[in-house]
């Protein structure tokens, strides 16, 4: 079955960085556009970014210029580099298959003095 399975969250000061990563299997991983989520205390899960071979990438105007979506087909991995971060990006992360209803388990990212 499809698996998602996402890793990399932790504390991190304002202004510093944080890479997310996510470990697909059960499917054909580069046939698939990927996306990252975010759910904040609080707040309704939100579209952070997605990448795909037909549309490139995509991502939320609250991270852009400061998140990279990437992926390595070979591995069946997506990643989130995330700079520059904010303590209003505090949030569990989540890793889904954008057309699908495919989630990953979440990881928590804490930006936080």
């Known amino acids: 079955q499809v698996q998602l399975v996402e890793s990399g969250g932790g504390l991190v000061q304002p202004g510093g960085s944080l890479r997310l990563s996510c470990a697909a299997s059960g499917f054909t991983f580069s046939t698939y556009a990927m996306s990252w989520y975010r759910q904040a205390p609080g707040k309704e899960r939100e579209l952070v970014a997605t990448i795909s071979s037909r549309t490139g990438t995509d991502y939320a105007d609250s991270v852009k210029g400061r998140f990279t979506i990437s992926r390595d087909n070979a591995k069946n991995m997506v990643y989130l580099q995330m700079n520059s971060l904010k303590p209003e990006d505090t949030a569990v992360y989540y890793c889904?298959?954008?057309?699908?209803?495919?989630w990953g388990q979440g990881t928590q990212v804490t930006v936080s003095s």
């Open positions: 889904k298959v954008k057309y699908q209803n495919y």
